[in-house]
C-alpha cells in the first residue's frame, strides 16, 4: 500500500521568500519518500477558492508578484486535492508555500493563502462534508486558521503547543479524543518541533506516533506540509510521520 501525495515541481520555484522557506525542504522531503508514495499532481485553486477565505484586498496583493501567485495558487489547490482524497482513505499534501499564517486579510510568517483552511472550506462549499476538525501541530500558533474559521459552526480549530513532549502529546490525544465525530480531520503538519529544530521538542520516533494518532482517530484525514525547517533530518521526519498513518491503516 502507497499513500497518495499531492505534489508538483512547480513548488522547488524559488520565490520571493524568507531564506529558510527554500525549495530544498520539498526536495529533503520527495526523495524520502517518493518510494512510499502514490505521487498525484498539484493543480491551481481558483480565484473562488481563494474568495471562499480571503478578501479581494489581500487575493490582489499576492498577485502583484506573478511567480508567488502561481505556486500559492497551487500550493492551496494541492491542499484541495488531499482534502478530496481524504473522503475515502488518508493523504499528504507536499507543497510550498505553507498557509497557517494567512487569514481573512492578513498574511505572513512565510504564508500567503491558507492552504487548510480552503480546502475545508471547499468541501463544505461542494456539500461533501458538513463538518470538519482542523488540528495544528506546528510550532506556531495558527492565528490565520483560527481567523478565518472561528466564526463557523460546522469548524472545530485545536492548535496542539504545550510544553514539554508528555504535554504536548497529552494536549493531542484530548483534541483527537472526538475526531471520530466529524466527517473530516485535517492536520496542518508542522515539523518545525522537531528536537533539532526550533521548537527543540519532539523526536522522530513521535512524529510516527502522531502520524498513527491521526489516522487512527479516523480515517478521513489529510495531513499538509506547514513548517520544518531542519533540513538534513525533515525528510526523515516526514517518512515517520507518514509511516505511522499507513500502520493506522493496515
Known sequence: MKIPVVYSEDFYTDYDTVDCENPDRISSIYFKIVDMAEIIEARECTID?????HSNDLIESVARKKETFYVAKKSAGGAIIASEIALERPSFALIRPPGHHAGYNFNGGFCFFNNMAIAIKRLLGDGKINTALIV???LHYGNGTYDIVK???RIRFRNIDA???GNFMKDLEDAL???DQFDIVGCSAGFDTYIKDWGALLTTEDF???GNMLASSNPNVFSI???GYYIPDLGMNVRSFLEGIMAACS
Request: net charge negative.
Open 225 to 227: 506540509l506547514e513548517g
Open 136 to 138: 495544528d501541530i506546528d
Open 151 to 153: 466564526g463557523d459552526e
Open 163 to 165: 510544553y514539554p513532549r
Open 177 to 179: 479524543r472526538d475526531a
Open 49 to 53: 477558492d481563494l474568495k471562499l477565505c
Open 208 to 210: 510516527r506516533t502522531i
